[in-house]
Structures are given as C-alpha cells and as structure tokens.
C-alpha cells in the first residue's frame, strides 16, 4: 500500500501556492478517502461535500504552533466539523480524513 502523503509530497511541494480551493477542488477525487466516503454516498460534491472540512483543517493548522500535532487538536475539530459542516454529508470519521490532508499539506 503506497502513502500517499509521501507518494505526493513532492507534488505537493509545488502546488503550495496555489490558492487552497483551487488545490483541493483538483486533489479531492484522488484522496483515498474521497472512494471510502463514496461507498456511503456515491453522488459526492467538493462545495458541498468537502470544502468546509478542507477549510477547517487549513485553519486550524494556522491557528496552533507549528508543533501542535493533529491529535492534540482532534477533539476541538470534531465539535468544529459539527457545528461548520452545514449540508455536508460527511460523518466525522470520513471528514477527519480530509481535514488532516488539509492540516498536513501547510
């Protein structure tokens, strides 16, 4: 099994300017957990699906010192997710995936 965050980190790299949405609206069809999410709900959308986890995780990483690990943080961002995920479909489980895509990729 490849990871996918060091098969992509050099890719990565490079697209690190490029404006957040534009990245992940590219990127999300590819994540693995885009095609787990897609067995619950086969008629997954970016805008409505995944923007708000992929902006959460960007957020909350620029809020917290670089050394703050995505686990020490989770149960914060789980009440987040609730309280921002508005029409998205994604159960926390599934949007915890993304959000630490986003989280990671800063």
């Not at 404006?19 to 693995?32: A, G, I």
């Not at 787990?36 to 909350?60: C, H, N, V």
């Not at 149960?75 to 990671?104: F, P």
């Amino acid at each position: 099994m490849t990871d996918t965050n060091n098969a992509n980190s050099g890719n990565q790299a490079s697209n690190v300017n490029v404006n957040p949405h534009d990245y992940w609206r590219e990127s999300y069809l590819t994540r693995p957990y885009y095609q787990e999410a897609q067995l619950d709900t086969p008629d997954l959308d970016y805008d409505r699906d995944f923007s708000k986890a992929y902006e959460l995780g960007s957020r909350a990483r620029t809020e917290h010192d670089r050394n703050t690990q995505f686990e020490d943080v989770e149960g914060g961002l789980k009440e987040s997710w609730e309280e921002l995920k508005a029409e998205s479909r994604l159960k926390w489980e599934q949007a915890k995936e993304a959000i630490k895509d986003a989280w990671d990729r800063l």
